[in-house]
Protein backbone atom coordinates (compact mmCIF):
# COMPACT_ATOMS: atom_id res chain seq x y z
CA UNK A 1 0.00 0.00 0.00
CA UNK A 2 2.55 2.54 1.07
CA UNK A 3 0.37 5.27 1.17
CA UNK A 4 1.51 8.36 3.19
CA UNK A 5 -0.98 10.62 5.29
CA UNK A 6 -1.35 13.82 4.21
CA UNK A 7 -3.48 15.32 6.79
CA UNK A 8 -5.23 14.50 10.49
CA UNK A 9 -7.75 16.29 12.73
CA UNK A 10 -8.08 14.85 16.05
CA UNK A 11 -11.96 14.57 17.20
CA UNK A 12 -13.71 14.31 20.21
CA UNK A 13 -13.23 10.79 21.71
CA UNK A 14 -9.67 9.56 20.86
CA UNK A 15 -10.65 9.59 16.78
CA UNK A 16 -9.08 10.95 14.06
CA UNK A 17 -10.15 11.90 10.86
CA UNK A 18 -7.02 11.33 8.39
CA UNK A 19 -6.71 12.06 4.23
CA UNK A 20 -4.36 9.42 2.77
CA UNK A 21 -1.94 10.66 -0.23
CA UNK A 22 -4.84 9.58 -2.94
CA UNK A 23 -7.34 11.59 -1.44
CA UNK A 24 -9.04 8.38 0.40
CA UNK A 25 -9.78 9.77 3.73
CA UNK A 26 -11.96 8.48 6.96
CA UNK A 27 -12.16 8.40 10.67
CA UNK A 28 -10.85 5.93 12.94
CA UNK A 29 -11.23 5.56 16.57
CA UNK A 30 -8.11 4.79 17.95
CA UNK A 31 -9.80 3.41 21.08
CA UNK A 32 -10.33 0.26 18.65
CA UNK A 33 -6.08 -0.01 17.60
CA UNK A 34 -4.46 0.99 20.32
CA UNK A 35 -4.04 0.20 24.06
CA UNK A 36 -3.06 3.15 25.98
CA UNK A 37 -0.24 2.34 27.78
CA UNK A 38 3.16 2.20 27.35
CA UNK A 39 4.46 5.00 24.29
CA UNK A 40 0.71 5.32 24.29
CA UNK A 41 -0.52 6.26 27.80
CA UNK A 42 0.14 9.85 27.47
CA UNK A 43 -2.59 9.53 24.54
CA UNK A 44 -5.13 9.29 27.44
CA UNK A 45 -5.29 12.67 28.41
CA UNK A 46 -7.50 14.61 25.68
CA UNK A 47 -5.08 17.54 25.27
CA UNK A 48 -2.46 15.94 24.85
CA UNK A 49 -4.05 13.03 21.81
CA UNK A 50 -5.35 16.57 20.13
CA UNK A 51 -1.13 18.03 19.81
CA UNK A 52 -1.54 15.13 16.81
CA UNK A 53 0.47 16.16 13.67
CA UNK A 54 1.46 14.33 10.49
CA UNK A 55 5.21 13.74 9.82
CA UNK A 56 5.78 14.34 5.97
CA UNK A 57 9.13 12.16 6.49
CA UNK A 58 7.28 9.59 7.74
CA UNK A 59 4.45 9.64 6.47
CA UNK A 60 2.09 8.90 9.59
CA UNK A 61 0.89 10.60 12.29
CA UNK A 62 3.12 11.40 15.46
CA UNK A 63 2.69 13.07 18.94
CA UNK A 64 5.86 14.77 20.57
CA UNK A 65 6.32 11.85 23.26
CA UNK A 66 7.22 9.84 19.56
CA UNK A 67 4.19 7.62 19.29
CA UNK A 68 3.40 7.05 16.41
CA UNK A 69 1.41 4.47 14.28
CA UNK A 70 1.76 2.42 11.29
CA UNK A 71 0.38 4.20 7.72
CA UNK A 72 -0.64 0.87 6.40
CA UNK A 73 -2.29 0.04 9.16
CA UNK A 74 -4.75 3.02 9.26
CA UNK A 75 -5.24 2.56 5.51
CA UNK A 76 -6.24 -0.85 5.85
CA UNK A 77 -8.71 0.02 8.76
CA UNK A 78 -10.25 2.88 6.59
CA UNK A 79 -10.23 1.36 3.04
CA UNK A 80 -11.29 -2.32 5.20
CA UNK A 81 -8.78 -3.74 2.86
CA UNK A 82 -6.68 -6.09 4.62
CA UNK A 83 -2.94 -5.43 4.15
CA UNK A 84 -1.32 -7.83 1.52
CA UNK A 85 0.80 -10.68 3.07
CA UNK A 86 4.22 -10.39 1.59
CA UNK A 87 5.70 -13.64 3.49
CA UNK A 88 5.09 -15.67 0.56
CA UNK A 89 7.64 -13.62 -1.44
CA UNK A 90 10.20 -14.73 0.73
CA UNK A 91 10.02 -18.21 -0.03
CA UNK A 92 10.26 -17.59 -3.64
Keep these: MLKD ?8 NYHLHLRFEDDI ?3 IDLTQVIPFSG ?3 PL ?3 TYFD ?3 VNPELG ?3 WANGADL ?3 VL ?5 QHPIPDFTALQTA
Design 5 to 12: ITHVQALP
Design 25 to 27: EGT
Design 39 to 41: IFA
Design 44 to 46: KDP
Design 51 to 53: TVQ
Design 60 to 62: TIV
Design 70 to 72: DPD
Design 75 to 79: YSLIT
